[in-house]
Each structure stands twice: as structure tokens, then as C-alpha cells.
T-cell receptor
């Protein structure tokens, strides 16, 4: 069974440009989460999809970030325009989460560097 | 507010010795606690979780964690460290707001270095 897949694995862009990150969750997982780790600090929650609906986007830092999950399968996270402080590792996770006794499966992350 | 603290940025252990990676938490209700590991150039991998029941939880790769309610701790342990255990370890607690079972609050991570 394929795990959570993210790409690109690395992206280097200039300040002001646009970048789109993609996450393919484990097949059949309705729940999809985005997290990011900035400058070696804590991994922080960004948002949570249940199928194609945004369940919780309380962690999105500002309106330069836009997440979508059309059709309830893969998800994209777009940063437009990118700023220097957006640099970090963006993780995606998915879970079936039919109840509390569950864990999420994470992808390898996308390392974003804004210069 | 819920939070997780990993007081050590790095832990150094000799191969074959026992290891402990510390984690303390602060939650308003019952804690749901997790340990994840990140090997170089890899994603986060689930190690173990505490939901309820026995305070000693066994997980992958020979790791275990002890839940201590009075000390609000969930330290990760292994009786005999391997060089291949060298990685970045994250403790996390479930954030119960908005009903997401895997909305997690992570600690800053502890880098474990096991020396031959």
C-alpha cells in the first residue's frame, strides 16, 4: 500500500513568487492534514480536510495560503505571494479516523526555501 | 491551552545503553499522546500512542513510553540503543478543538544521537 506522497520534495523560489505543494493521501483516507515546521521549531497544524470540506483551518497563517482538496482525493497548498518567513518543511498527513484510537500517517514533507 | 514540551534539544547515548527522550504535556482533559520519529530525508513515522489503559505503551522498533499522570510526562524509552535509532523524535498531544482526531500539537523535537 502506498503511503502519503508529497511533491515536490524541495522547492526554492524567490520572494513574491507562487508555489504549489501537492499531497496524495493514503487511498481511502477521508482526513487530510497540513502541518509545517519553520526554522527547526515545533511542527504546527495548518488545516484539516474531511473529504473535500475544510473542517478546521484555524492554523492557516494568513490569506496568502490557499488549500484545496477537489474531489476529496489529493490536496494542494498554494502560497501566493511567498515571503521569506514561509520557508520551512510542509508536512501532509492522512488518517481514516473513525474514532479516537487512531494515528495519522505523514508524508516525507516538502522543504520550501524562499530567497 | 494545550502544549507539549521536549526539554532537551539533543540526547547523546552510547550504543547498547538505555535511552530516554523526555516529554511533558499540559492538557485540560484526558491526554491522547503520541511519539513520532523522523529519520534523515524521511517523513514522520508513527512510533506509539497512549489513549487509555496501561501506563506503559509499547511501540515500533523496540521503543516504549511511560505515561505518568501525576508528573504529566510521557517519556520515550528503549532498553538498548542502536546507532540506527539516531533520528529526530517528536512528542505530540491531540488537540481536541474542532473534532479532528489527528489535529496534533507537537513539541520542538529532540535529536537523538547514538554513538558506536
Amino acid at each position: 500500500e502506498a503511503g502519503v506522497t508529497q511533491f515536490p520534495s524541495h522547492s526554492v523560489i524567490e520572494k513574491g513568487q507562487t508555489v504549489t505543494l501537492r499531497c496524495d493521501p493514503i487511498s481511502g483516507h477521508d482526513n487530510l492534514y497540513w502541518y509545517r515546521r519553520v526554522m527547526g521549531k515545533e511542527i504546527k497544524f495548518l488545516l484539516h480536510f474531511v473529504k473535500e470540506s475544510k473542517q478546521d483551518e484555524s492554523g492557516m497563517p494568513n490569506n496568502r495560503f490557499l488549500a484545496e482538496r477537489t474531489g476529496g482525493t489529493y490536496s494542494t497548498l498554494k502560497v501566493q505571494p511567498a515571503e521569506l518567513e514561509d520557508s520551512g518543511v510542509y508536512f501532509c498527513a492522512s488518517s481514516q479516523a473513525k474514532g479516537p484510537n487512531t494515528e495519522a500517517f505523514f508524508g516525507q514533507g516538502t522543504r520550501l526555501t524562499v530567497v | 491551552a494545550q502544549s507539549v514540551a521536549q526539554p532537551e534539544d539533543q540526547v547523546n547515548v552510547a550504543e547498547g545503553n538505555p535511552l530516554t527522550v523526555k516529554c511533558t504535556y499540559s492538557v485540560s482533559g484526558n491526554p491522547y499522546l503520541f511519539w513520532y520519529v523522523q529519520y534523515p530525508n524521511r517523513g514522520l513515522q508513527f512510533l506509539l500512542k497512549y489513549i487509555t489503559g496501561d501506563n506503559l505503551v509499547k511501540g515500533s522498533y523496540g521503543f516504549e513510553a511511560e505515561f505518568n499522570k501525576s508528573q504529566t510526562s510521557f517519556h520515550l524509552k528503549k532498553p538498548s540503543a542502536l546507532v540506527s535509532d539516531s533520528a529526530l523524535y517528536f512528542c505530540a498531544v491531540r488537540d481536541d478543538s474542532n473534532g479532528g482526531y489527528n489535529k496534533l500539537i507537537f513539541g520542538a523535537g529532540t535529536r537523538l544521537a547514538v554513538h558506536p
